[in-house]
C-alpha cells in the first residue's frame, strides 16, 4: 500500500524537481536533455536488434561469442575498430537485451572492451591519430530515420540500430555541452597531494573527469597536457588513468537504466571489473611502475616519454584486470543474478510445477493441469480486458446483454504486455515441464499431449484477440449503429462462451461429464457463425456499413469465431472427469467438427420441414 | 523352454489387452449412464423453461447429448464385439 503510494508520488515530484532545475540552470537542462535523448538512443538500439533476433546476426554472435576467448577477441576488436569502450559497452547491452546473447558471454565482450580501448591511448601516443566516430552521428541519424520508413523488417531494424547511434552519440554531445562549464572547475595542479591519499584523490578527480567530459579518451589527452605542463606528478597521471578508466563505466550504467534486468547485470560486471582492477592498479602501483619502465625499457621507449609510458600503463593495468577477472567469470554471473533479480511481480512464475513430482506421472499430470488452469484463468481476464470488459461481471449472474450496456465504452489495454507479464513464462514453464516428464505410460502421454495443445490453444487465443483488438476498440463507440451493434455481438459471444466455460469448469468437481457438455457449446459455436454471415450479407446489401466495415467484420468474426473454438479447445484438453477412465471415455465420445456440423444439419431440416 | 516364455509374454501381451478393453468398455458405461441422466434433465429443463431464447438453448443441447449417446452405444457395441472374438 505504502510503495503504491510512493509510486504515485515519487514520478510527479521527480517532474517538478526536474522542471524547477532546468529553469533555474540551463547547463543542467542540457545534461538532463543529454541523458533523455541517450536514453531514447538506447531504446532504438535495443529495438533494432530486435528485428535481427533469431536471424544471421544473432548466429553470428552465438558463434563469435560462444567461448570466452571468442568474446573476449570479440570486445577487442570491435572496441580497436569503433575506439569506443563506451559504445562497445551499451551495444552489448542492448545485445543482451534483445536476448541476442547471454550474460556470460556480454561480461566476455565487456572484458575484451577493456583491453580493446588501451589500444586508443597508442593510436593518440604513437601515432597522434584521433578516430573520432561521433562524427558520423548526423549521417547515421538521417540514414537511420529514411531506413525506419521502410516496409522491410531488417531494413527497420538496420535504421532503428543508426538512428539509436545517432542518438547516442548527440545525447553524448548535449551531455558534455552541459558539462562545459565543470570543466574550467578542474585546476589539476591545485589538488596535487603526494602517497596514497594523492593517488585515491586524482583517482576520483579521473573518475569525475570522465563523467564530466564523456570519454575517457578526452580525460587521457587531459592527463597528457597536464603532464607535459608538469602540472602533476607522474604517479598522480596514473591516478587519473585509473580513474578514468572507471568513469567510463557511466555510459554503461546510464545506458542500461533503459535495459531489462540483464543489461543492468552486465553493466553491473563492467563496473565491477573496472572498480576491481582499479583497485589492484592502486594497491600494486609501485610494482606497476617497475613494470612499465622493464617493458619501456624493452621497447624502447624513451624514459622521459610519459605519453607512451602512460599507453604501456593502461594496458598493462587492463590486462592484468582481464588476466585477475577471467577466473571469476561464472561467480560474477552468480553473484549478479543474486544481486540484481528479475522484478518478483513483473513475470508470472510457475505455483505447481515442482521438481520432485516428475518422477510420478500422476502427480506430474495433476501438476500441469492445475498450473493450466491457473495460465488459463489469467488468459481469460487478459482476453475479458482485450474485449473492454470485466472479468467478474461477465461471471456474474447479470443478464450478459446488461453486461455489454453497461460496459460500452472502448478501453485501451495493451495485450502484448499483459502476455509478456503473466502468459509466457508460465506457458514456457508447461511446455518444459512436459518434457522433463519422465512416465511411458500410454495414458499419461497421450495427457500431457493434450495438455500441450491446450496451451498452444491459449497462445492461440491471445493472437487473435490482439487482432480483433484494433477494430472494436474503434468500432464499439462507433457513430454507426449498425457496426457498432456488430462488435458489441462479437463482445457479446466472446463473454457468454466465457461464462459458460466457467460454469462447466465450476461443475468439474461434481459428477458431471464436462469435456462433452463442450460439444453444445462448440454446436452454438457453428450456429452463431452461420447467423452472422446472414446478418453480415443483409448489413452490405443494405449499405447499413461500408465496404471497409464490412471487410473488418468478416475479419473481425472469424477472429472471434477462433478465440471461442480455442477457448473450448483449451477446456476440452485440460479438464478432466472423475476418474481417468471417465475421461478417456469423454474424449472418445466428444462430438468432432463433422459430427457437430451433422448435428446442426439435422436441426436446420428439422426448421423447413417445420 | 524358449517356447514356454514366448507363450507367456504373448498371455501377458494378451492379458493386457483384455484389461485394456475393459477399463475402456468401464469408462463408457459409466458415462454413457451419465449421459442418460443429462438427457432426461435437460428434457425435465426444456418443459419447465418460459424462455424462448434459453428454451432454443436448452434444445441444442439435448441434440448433442442425443448425438453423444448415440455415438457411445455405437463404440461400446463395437468394443463389446471386439471382447467376445
Redesign the interface.
Known amino acids: 500500500m505504502l510503495k503504491n503510494n510512493l509510486r504515485k508520488v515519487l514520478l510527479p515530484t521527480i517532474l517538478i524537481v526536474l522542471a524547477y532545475g532546468f529553469w533555474i540552470s540551463p547547463d543542467f537542462k542540457e545534461i538532463a536533455a543529454g541523458v533523455a535523448i541517450f536514453l531514447f538512443g538506447m531504446l532504438a538500439l535495443e529495438e533494432g536488434f530486435k528485428a535481427f533476433t533469431g536471424g544471421v546476426l544473432e548466429k553470428v554472435l552465438k558463434k563469435t561469442t560462444n567461448k570466452l576467448w571468442k568474446s573476449l577477441s570479440f570486445g577487442v576488436v570491435s572496441t580497436t575498430i569503433m575506439q569506443s569502450s563506451s559504445l562497445v559497452s551499451v551495444i552489448t547491452i542492448s545485445f543482451l537485451g534483445a536476448g541476442l546473447i547471454g550474460l556470460a558471454q556480454g561480461i566476455g565482450i565487456i572484458f575484451g572492451a577493456n583491453l580493446g580501448t588501451t589500444t586508443g591511448a597508442w593510436l593518440v601516443a604513437g601515432f597522434g591519430l584521433k578516430v573520432k566516430i561521433s562524427a558520423y552521428a548526423m549521417p547515421m541519424l538521417v540514414f537511420g530515420v529514411i531506413l525506419i520508413f521502410q516496409q522491410s523488417r531488417h531494413l527497420k531494424g538496420a535504421g532503428y540500430i543508426l538512428a539509436g547511434l545517432g542518438f547516442l552519440f548527440l545525447g553524448i554531445h548535449h551531455m558534455k555541452e552541459g558539462f562545459e562549464a565543470f570543466k574550467g572547475a578542474i585546476d589539476l595542479a591545485e589538488y596535487a597531494v603526494a602517497g596514497y591519499p594523492g593517488l585515491f584523490l586524482f583517482t576520483l578527480i579521473g573518475i569525475f573527469a570522465t563523467v564530466v567530459m564523456q570519454s575517457s579518451h578526452a580525460t587521457l589527452v587531459l592527463i597528457i597536457t597536464a603532464l607535459a605542463a608538469q602540472q602533476i606528478s607522474y604517479e598522480n597521471a596514473l591516478a587519473l588513468a585509473i580513474g578514468a578508466n572507471v568513469g567510463t563505466t557511466i555510459t554503461a550504467i546510464l545506458g542500461a537504466f533503459s535495459s531489462n534486468e540483464v543489461g543492468k547485470r552486465l553493466a553491473g560486471a563492467h563496473l565491477i571489473f573496472n572498480v576491481t582492477t582499479g583497485l589492484i592498479a592502486i594497491v600494486f602501483i609501485h610494482q606497476l611502475l617497475l613494470a612499465v619502465d622493464l617493458v619501456s625499457a624493452y621497447a624502447g621507449i624513451a624514459e622521459t616519454d610519459y605519453t607512451l609510458k602512460l599507453a604501456v600503463f593502461h594496458t598493462l593495468f587492463n590486462l592484468i584486470g582481464v588476466v585477475v577477472m577471467i577466473p571469476f567469470t561464472n561467480h560474477l554471473v552468480r553473484f549478479l543474478e543474486r544481486v540484481i533479480k528479475s522484478e518478483p511481480d513483473q513475470y508470472a512464475q510457475p505455483k505447481y510445477l515442482n521438481e520432485s513430482a516428475l518422477e510420478f506421472g500422476d502427480a506430474a499430470l495433476e501438476a500441469l493441469r492445475q498450473e493450466t488452469a491457473r495460465v488459463y484463468e489469467k488468459a481469460v481476464g487478459v482476453i475479458a480486458k482485450g474485449v473492454s470488459l470485466d472479468k467478474e461481471l461477465i461471471f456474474s449472474d447479470v443478464s450478459m446483454k446488461q453486461v455489454i450496456k453497461v460496459q460500452n465504452k472502448a478501453v485501451a489495454y495493451n495485450i502484448d504486455d499483459a502476455y509478456e507479464r503473466e502468459i509466457k513464462s508460465l506457458c514456457s514453464a508447461i511446455l518444459d515441464y512436459t518434457n522433463k516428464i519422465t512416465s511411458v505410460e500410454p495414458v499419461i502421454g497421450r495427457q500431457i499431449s493434450r495438455i500441450r495443445l491446450a496451451n498452444q490453444s491459449l497462445l492461440s487465443a491471445l493472437k487473435d484477440v490482439k487482432h480483433l483488438q484494433k477494430n472494436m476498440l474503434q468500432y464499439i463507440e462507433s457513430d454507426n449503429p449498425e457496426i457498432s451493434a456488430e462488435y458489441n455481438h462479437l463482445r457479446q459471444r466472446i463473454a457468454k462462451v466465457m461464462r459458460r466455460l466457467e460454469r462447466i469448469r465450476l461443475s468439474e468437481q461434481e459428477?458431471?461429464?464436462s469435456i462433452?457438455s463442450l460439444?453444445?457449446l462448440k454446436?452454438?459455436l457453428e450456429?452463431n457463425m452461420e447467423l452472422l454471415q446472414e446478418r453480415l450479407n443483409g448489413l452490405i446489401r443494405d449499405g447499413g456499413i461500408s465496404a471497409d466495415m464490412a471487410i473488418s467484420l468478416m475479419n473481425d468474426s472469424n477472429y472471434t469465431y477462433n478465440i471461442i473454438n480455442n477457448l473450448i479447445q483449451i477446456n476440452h484438453n485440460y479438464l478432466k472427469?472423475e476418474?481417468g477412465?471417465?475421461?478417456?471415455?469423454?474424449h472418445?465420445?466428444?462430438?468432432n467438427k463433422d459430427?457437430?456440423d451433422?448435428?446442426l444439419a439435422?436441426?436446420q431440416k428439422q426448421t423447413e420441414q417445420r | 523352454m524358449k517356447f514356454n516364455k514366448l507363450l507367456k509374454k504373448l498371455k501377458i501381451y494378451l492379458d493386457s489387452d483384455a484389461d485394456q478393453l475393459r477399463k475402456e468398455d468401464e469408462g463408457l458405461a459409466k458415462v454413457l449412464k451419465k449421459l442418460k441422466k443429462k438427457e432426461h434433465a435437460l428434457k425435465a429443463k426444456i418443459a419447465a423453461e418460459k424462455d424462448k431464447d434459453d428454451r432454443e438453448q436448452l434444445q441444442q443441447e439435448l441434440k448433442v447429448v442425443h448425438s453423444q449417446r448415440e455415438k457411445g452405444i455405437k463404440l461400446l457395441a463395437t468394443l463389446r464385439e471386439k471382447k467376445r472374438k
Open positions: 459428477s458431471e461429464t462433452l460439444d453444445a454446436l452454438t450456429t472427469s476418474e477412465l471417465e475421461t478417456e471415455a469423454e472418445m465420445i466428444a462430438l459430427e457437430i451433422s448435428v439435422d436441426g
